[in-house]
């Protein structure tokens, strides 16, 4: 469904004019030029039935899905995107994998962004420096990217490299900002626009910063219409990210919000208010193939990043701080946050029980 949807323009086959030709009567994707009558076709453009064939074949051989060995996966995956917090990359199998959407949910203010933007510097940055010298495309929908502090991150990572202003812009350049804050503009962009941009084959990380803005605000979800719309449209735009994802073997960062989910049974989440959830209900939990948690830990800049969902490894915890080079990892704490005393023994059970029922720690209501 996603590639019949693939603009004709995106077809090498088919020669530019052509594409313009078709796309003024009405043909501009590959659905719309193999659902039309080719007498039809030839009729308004002046095609031969032989040159309309070929068209037809590219098209077709284009959308078909293509089987995959193991081994030729395995082969165009194998580069992942370290994230520079060596404990979690070991664990991810070297870090976020190519043709992936990984989530990252919290509360507000606890590093989801600073998280998106360190990313992002990395794949910037040049290899010398440990980068990819690759663009990201980053779709800001909460008006919260800062160019001050993404270039605060790069001075900070890079140890004063960049010399000069210029060498500076050069590297800022490579950083695409959409932001698209309303759910039309947003689905426009992924529909329409990012793909053009993707095919480039310069694109080494694509961000959507927050997923779950554009949705809450628009669809009301206390009528089951609502809902089932929105689910509806979560859905689709999820097998989107997917498609973008594997099409152009690039990981997905894809950040989330946190929500209050009221029981009406007669346990002690309900005596205390509720539990506090990943954002997007559960039908947006089985499209992630990794999510990531950041909580508040204890005072100051600390936070808890946990792996609450992987194919590649089970359940961890890391504790980080937030710097200047963006997330840092705490070795010490991290190597007693899983058998200290008291509060983080107590915090890491309830972070790995929201692995199986998503709930998060009382601790969050008061952050939020």
């Not at 999510?291 to 590649?312: D, M, N």
Request: charged share 20%; net charge negative.
């Amino acid at each position: 469904e996603l590639t019949m949807a693939r603009a004709l323009t995106r077809i090498k086959e088919i020669p530019s004019s052509t594409a313009s030709q078709l796309k003024a009567n009405g043909i501009a994707t590959c659905e719309d030029l193999i659902s039309r009558n080719c007498l039809e076709v030839m009729n308004f453009t002046g095609l031969s039935l032989t040159q309309l064939q070929s068209f037809v074949s590219a098209v077709c051989r284009t959308t078909a899905p293509k089987p995959q060995s193991v081994l030729s996966m395995y082969v165009e995956r194998n580069k992942p995107l370290a994230t520079s917090l060596h404990k979690l990359d070991s664990d991810l199998h070297g870090g976020l994998q190519p043709g992936s959407v990984t989530e990252v949910v919290g509360p507000a203010g606890c590093g989801k962004t600073q998280f998106c933007m360190m990313l992002s510097a990395i794949v910037a940055m040049p290899a010398e420096l440990g980068g990819r010298d690759m663009k990201v495309a980053y779709i800001d929908t909460e008006a919260t990217f800062s160019p001050e502090r993404f270039l605060e991150i790069v001075n900070s990572r890079s140890r004063n490299h960049f010399s000069s202003p210029n060498d500076l812009q050069h590297l800022a350049s490579k950083i695409e900002v959409f932001q698209d804050m309303t759910l039309e503009a947003f689905t426009r962009r992924l529909d329409q626009c990012l793909e053009e941009v993707l095919a480039e084959g310069e694109v080494g990380l694509l961000v959507v910063d927050s997923l779950a803005s554009p949705f809450r605000k628009e669809f009301e979800t206390h009528t089951g219409t609502g809902l089932a719309h929105r689910t509806t449209e979560l859905s689709r735009m999820a097998a989107v990210l997917k498609f973008l994802a594997e099409t152009y073997a690039i990981p997905v960062v894809v950040t989330n919000q946190i929500t209050t989910h009221v029981s009406r049974g007669h346990d002690d989440s309900t005596k205390k208010g509720g539990v506090v959830t990943a954002a997007l209900g559960n039908t947006w939990s089985h499209c992630v193939n990794t999510r990531l948690a950041l909580q508040y830990h204890g005072e100051g800049q600390k936070r808890l990043l946990t792996i609450a969902k992987s194919p590649l490894c089970a359940n961890e915890n890391y504790v980080v701080t937030v710097e200047e080079k963006g997330l840092m990892l705490d070795w010490v704490a991290t190597s007693t946050v899983h058998s200290g005393p008291g509060d983080l023994s107590e915090l890491h059970l309830q972070t790995r029980t929201m692995c199986k029922t998503e709930a998060w720690p009382e601790s969050y209501k008061n952050r939020t």
